[in-house]
């Protein structure tokens, strides 16, 4: 079985960096050598091999820096080690034994570059072109790589792309098939990569610590140096393999030239663990249940590739599995932080910004490369809020964005692969965009795959095969940068639900910069209007029950993927008297269009100390339908503003523990909450329709660990001149150009539709 080869010269550099000892054995002691390796990192130091539950000491000039002892694997990860030299592990016996000084790197130091060009990757022990192998890091780990190249190595060279996640990505059967078919059929080498502690690489894994981002850059300036690369590289990917992205474009790797990160989250906390501050023990608890069950070892779980590689010889898998006990368990670490915080004190490297370190939206700043971004306002897995990254990136970066509705997968769609194509065509390939007749061939089966629609089609080029490429790419940065797909699901020609829009607009930026925020005041007997309520009748509270189990989650048809389908069938039950607050507007005399956030501005009384809050924006029709638009959430206790980040249309919480208010007796307090980012047109003769409740209920994957017992109380609006409660929505000046009629129950993607069930009035409340 063959391995990435690394060269004399690379091994002497790793050896010479100090990244792997001079001797595998470490140091010698009158008790013979050392029967475990020791490898320095980034501010970590790894003990593999040595016996299970055995006791080991950190030493540094003569001192005891941790005592610990191995896990069942006999392995140990060290972490917060300051830089430096000199480090050893004891092993304290008896036998005593004592390793070689290992050196311990700072997270700013840069490898040489003889550690790229030392390393030649696998490309033809799987077939002709393609190859599997590792690629070793900076601390000398080794990462499973996959690579298919789009031709034989030698007929190069060519430009390439990384998909780089904690999934597959380096398995050669079951990787995620998209790019693996897509991106050599696109004339790009595609290579992927496993992280640390997962799949058949080596190290331990934690969600995205500052090594993991570290790695990334490695394996971006690895596949540069390789002699079938064009040097310009670029990354691919949804979902995990789409945050990642940002994540290693965050380091900056010199041959980085784009990323196109599809399906992300702008914040690890805020916008899907914890959104409001209320913990999604939902999709985003059972992600990271499923990151455990994956990656421990030994583990009749593990992805099938793993146990056959194993069970085929490969003893690079085998001896990479020997760290795997001090993977971090994620779920643990979610349960322990309910505020946004610095995180345990033992990530202190690992996380150097705190919440900030896991928070995109707090470092898309410091990403050069050429952005891509595309992804779906009603994900029901990453959540909506990736859009709120648009205007946190750098004003020198080049950021290209498509938002819609819809699903997950909704960023490979139809109108969405060919811009993405483009994109990596002008900034990676540096050539004039075309798509072949092998990818057009491909991706019909792709999107029949995941929606269950035939027929689909890419559109046809929009750049003349005679245009240069300076022209194509002047062309291309002269449009304006965010694209809007409207009402996908509801175009002419195509199957209801089908994932193709009814219209596109484009914009300079987001948010819009024309958009006006528009108040709605909540007013007597359930109503929305134009200014805050007046009279006898708007000084009574309206009052509901807050009960998180009044209503069971979204449901829909089909297995795992089902809701991907064209029209799935949701159960989107109405809200419940008493319940919940519904306030809805007059019927619109024209067509009212919104992009952006909102804000329900709240005026809170409670008999509780606390309340869980959801509100949902819905629009009710002239047929007597309902169709749901988005959602926001908040625990009352999370109020507190970042007033240097909110605005109008979006409130921006600090949810920090040292901010954490009780709702105090009687009294009202005054509450943002945000409605994550959409699109819609509201239809004239529709109404607008805001609900308030508990959490729960609107969403097919998301559900909340609220409040509960005797936590839950009554809960009390205002809505006098005094307490004005609202909602502020993002009107556009000009409406898309839509069709004359009006999306079909159900069409629109990800976006159910019921009955409208009117709420009794209040005096029956």
């Known amino acids: 079985m063959r391995r990435t080869r690394l060269t004399a010269l690379g091994l002497a550099v790793l050896i010479g960096f100090g990244l792997l000892p001079a001797a595998s054995s470490g140091a010698t002691t009158p008790a013979g050598p ?54 050893t592990v004891v092993q304290n016996g008896p036998p005593r034994y004592e390793s070689a000084p290992v050196r311990v790197l700072s997270a700013d130091e840069k490898p040489p570059q003889s550690l790229y060009s030392g390393q030649r990757l696998e490309v033809n022990n799987l077939s002709a072109t393609s190859g599997y192998g590792y690629m070793t890091t900076r601390d000398g780990t080794t990462l499973s790589v996959q690579v298919v190249l789009p031709g034989p190595a030698d007929q190069g060279p060519y430009p390439s792309v990384v998909e780089y996640s904690g999934y597959d990505p380096s398995s050669p059967t079951t990787s995620q098939p998209q790019y693996k078919l897509l991106a050599p059929a696109l004339g790009f080498a595609w290579i992927g990569v496993n992280m640390r502690g997962t799949g058949c690489s080596g190290g331990a894994y934690n969600f995205f610590e500052n090594l993991q981002s570290l790695d990334g850059y490695d394996a971006i300036e690895t596949v540069a140096a390789q002699p079938w690369s064009t040097g310009r590289v670029g990354m691919v990917g949804i979902s995990f393999a789409g945050i ?111 919440g900030n370190s896991l928070a995109a939206q707090a470092f898309v700043k410091d990403i050069k490369a050429p952005v891509f971004i595309a992804g779906a306002w009603q994900d029901e897995q990453t959540g909506g809020r990736w859009a709120d990254l648009l205007n946190r990136f750098s004003p020198t970066t080049r950021v290209r964005a498509v938002g819609q509705n819809g699903v997950h997968t909704e960023s490979l769609d139809p109108s969405v692969l060919p811009e993405m194509i483009e994109f990596l065509d002008l900034y990676v390939a540096q050539k004039t965009p075309t798509i072949p007749a092998t990818v057009r061939l491909l991706a019909p089966a792709i999107w029949q795959s995941i929606t269950g629609v035939s027929g689909l089609t890419i559109p046809p080029d929009r750049f003349p095969a005679f245009l240069t490429y300076p022209v194509s790419l002047a062309l291309f940065q002269a449009e304006p940068p965010v694209r809007i797909n409207w009402e996908v699901g509801n175009a002419d020609g195509v199957v209801p639900g089908a994932p193709v829009p009814s219209a596109q607009t484009r914009y300079a930026a987001w948010p819009i910069p024309d958009v006006k925020p528009t108040a ?185 660990d609220t409040l509960k017992g005797a936590q839950i109380g009554t809960v009390k609006i205002g809505r006098d001149f005094w307490h004005p409660s609202r909602v502020v929505l993002p009107v556009l000046p000009v409406n898309p150009t839509l069709p004359s009629t009006v999306a079909p129950c159900p069409s629109l993607r990800a976006e159910p539709c019921r009955s409208y069930v009117a709420p009794a009035p209040a005096a029956a409340r």
């Open 34 to 87: 050392v029967p475990f390796i020791v490898r320095g990192s980034v501010h970590q130091v790894h003990v593999i091999g040595a016996p299970a539950n055995a006791p080991l000491l950190l030493r540094h000039e003569g001192k005891t820096i941790q005592s610990v002892s191995t896990d069942d694997l006999g392995g140990y990860l060290f972490r917060n080690v300051d830089s430096g030299t000199g480090y």
């Open 244 to 354: 990642s992205q940002l994540f290693v474009a965050r380091s900056q790797p010199p041959h980085l030239d784009a990323i196109t990160p599809l399906s992300v989250i702008d914040d690890t906390w805020r916008g899907t663990l914890y959104p409001g501050g209320i913990y999604n023990d939902g999709f985003a608890k059972g992600w990271a249940q499923e990151r455990l069950d994956q990656n421990k070892w030994p583990n009749p779980d593990a992805p099938g590739w793993v146990k056959t590689r194993i069970a085929g010889g490969d003893t690079t898998c085998a001896n990479n599995m020997l760290l795997r006990g001090q993977n971090v368990d994620l779920l643990d670490q979610t349960v322990k932080h309910p505020f946004f915080s610095a995180l345990d004190p033992q990530f202190r490297y690992d996380f150097p910004n705190g």
């Open 520 to 704: 709605w005041y909540f007013l007597p007997n359930g109503r929305l209007g134009a200014r805050p309520g007046s009279g006898a009748a708007a000084l009574r509270p309206d009052r509901f029950n807050n009960d998180p189990d009044a209503r069971p989650r979204t449901d829909y048809t089909g297995g795992s993927g089902g809701i991907w389908d064209a029209n799935p069938t949701y159960d989107w039950k109405p809200v419940v008297d008493g319940k919940s607050l519904s306030y809805i507007s007059s019927a619109l005399p024209s067509t009212v269009s919104m992009a952006g956030t909102g804000s329900v501005d709240l005026w809170v009384g409670a008999n509780r100390r606390d309340a869980d809050l959801q509100v949902t924006l819905s629009e009710v029709r002239p047929d007597g339908t309902e169709r749901y638009v988005q959602n926001g959430w908040l625990r009352v206790s999370h109020r507190k503003l970042d007033l240097t980040r909110s605005t109008e249309l979006a409130p921006f919480h600090t949810d920090l523990e040292a901010d954490a208010r009780p709702i105090p007796s009687h009294q009202y307090v005054k509450v943002r909450v945000q409605i994550f980012p959409f699109a819609y047109s509201f239809r004239a003769g529709s109404k607008i329709r805001l609900t308030i409740e508990a959490p729960g209920g609107d969403r097919p994957l998301w559900t909340f």
